[in-house]
């Protein structure tokens, strides 16, 4: 007997090939939870609020016990089992897992193969909405992965309809408008290649009030004076960033999150200091800090109510040591965030979700490359060792949700000029 379990689209579970039914919505969701988890055992508090989120029946434990209880008889006791920590689906061949192990191995065109349209459709529950967030951007990345490949193939004519839809899907994505001005460019569409540069042009003006990339405004200097032929290789404006480390050994490492973005704000004080000792273990040219909000640091922790998920950047105590945090200017004012942490190896601070988006926390990534402005960050002084911490490509800051005590989350929030905004330096 095969279980199969299909979350990528609607909800679809088999048996050996024949579908099961598997119940209505609210079911469904406490079975996508225990999915997302498999193997871990999930708890009936942490299945209340991942299930309903803040608004949750009068008797939820009640309800859970009633939905575990059918999900059990159809699937079987030993497939949804009952734990001290609470339950845990046991499965094998889960769809959001085999995606996950495919873009790990690099394996793009066959992870997207997996999906049959929206993650979870049909199901609504705020945690459900993060998850599915994070899945639509792994698959944006995997999908620029795919256009890279088939760009360096010659197969520019093959992959343009495609990346016309997802320029007018994601018009701030530098990436995807280098692919496509590539693709036009080589399928003999120079002036359509040059009207994409100046509709993304116009649209970081108008909603960023920022420029095109360095990288991308080469490639429009190329196109526009001939000096890309229109069969020659890829662009590099294209290219992975080439300096990416290793993979770290789980997708978020534990890691001072914002510490680093504070230590953009070291490279004005270092200039008439001389270059501080760069740590032995990172690469040269990246400098280590500490950051503080009042009397405590930035550190690593977990959501504040659920005590679980992936690593986050909340506050907490200066006494333990954070792994080494640096930074690494990569053109203009901007600056890519690494961390050194000495289980996980070295990643970068990005916006929960790949979205630079009012709430959004923070958390290290272990994919870093220059066209994702959401790892990107750069600094405002306010006053005498205080600094105003921004993402690229917003008017967002970065600030400590109030009151600010250990474990107060650090989130992308509207810039008020508040204390809970303003951070100190230690350099390290």
């Keep these: ?21 598997v119940g209505h919505a609210r079911q469904q969701c406490v079975l996508a939870v225990l999915a997302v988890e498999a193997g871990r055992p999930v708890s009936l508090d942490q299945l209340t609020d991942r ?34 920590g609470g339950y845990a689906l046991v499965a094998d061949d889960v769809d959001l897992h085999r995606f996950s192990k495919l873009i790990s191995a ?18 609504q529950s705020p945690w459900l909405d993060s998850v599915r967030d994070r899945l639509l951007q792994e698959k944006h990345v995997a999908e620029t992965e795919c256009a890279e490949v088939a760009l360096k193939e010659g197969r520019h004519g093959e992959v343009l309809p495609a990346l016309l839809t997802r320029a007018a899907d994601h018009p701030l994505d530098e ?37 095109p990339s360095a990288l991308l405004r080469d490639l429009h200097h190329r196109i526009l004076t001939e000096a890309e032929p229109p069969h020659a290789g890829p662009s590099r404006v294209l290219q992975p960033n080439e300096s990416a480390p290793r993979a770290l ?29 760069t740590p032995s273990s990172a690469p040269t040219g990246k400098y280590a800090a500490r950051l503080k909000a009042g ?12 005590h679980d998920g992936p690593p986050i950047a909340v506050q907490g105590a200066c006494s333990s040591e954070p792994p080494k ?57 306010v006053g005498q060792d205080r600094y105003r911490l921004r993402p690229l490509h917003t008017d967002l800051c970065v600030g400590v949700q109030e009151p600010l005590a250990p474990g107060a989350e650090v989130v ?6 508040g204390a809970d905004q303003e951070f100190t330096v230690e350099r390290l």
Aim: with cysteine.
């Design 412 to 417: 992308l929030e509207q810039c008020t000029g």
């Design 295 to 306: 009397d405590l640091c930035v550190t690593e922790g977990r959501d504040r109510q659920t």
């Design 249 to 277: 050994k789980r997708r978020h490492a534990v890691v001072f999150a914002v510490a680093g973005v504070a230590v953009v704000a070291l490279i004005a004080v270092l200039v008439n200091q001389g270059a501080p000792t």
């Design 51 to 84: 299930v309903w989120g803040d608004d949750p029946p009068a008797k939820p434990r009640d309800a859970l016990h009633g939905y575990l209880y059918r999900l059990r008889q159809v699937l079987g006791d030993d497939v949804i089992l009952r734990k001290s």
């Design 325 to 381: 945090t640096l930074i690494e200017p990569i053109g203009g004012d901007n600056d890519r965030i690494w961390w050194d942490h000495p289980a996980n190896g070295l990643g970068c601070l990005s916006a929960m979700g790949g979205s630079v988006r009012e709430g959004a926390r923070l958390e290290p990534w272990d994919k870093c490359r220059d066209d994702m402005a959401f790892q990107q960050f750069r600094f405002e002084r």
């Design 175 to 211: 990436r995807v408008a280098g692919q496509l001005m590539l693709a036009l460019h080589r399928s003999g569409r120079s002036a359509e290649a040059l009207e994409s540069f100046e509709r993304l042009r116009r649209t970081l003006s108008n909603e960023l009030g920022t420029d």
């Design 106 to 123: 690099g394996q793009h065109a066959e992870a997207l193969q997996l999906w049959r349209g929206e993650p979870f459709t049909g199901l």
């Design 1 to 21: 007997m095969r279980l199969g379990f299909g979350f990528l689209g609607d909800v679809v579970v088999t048996r050996d090939g024949q579908e099961l039914k």
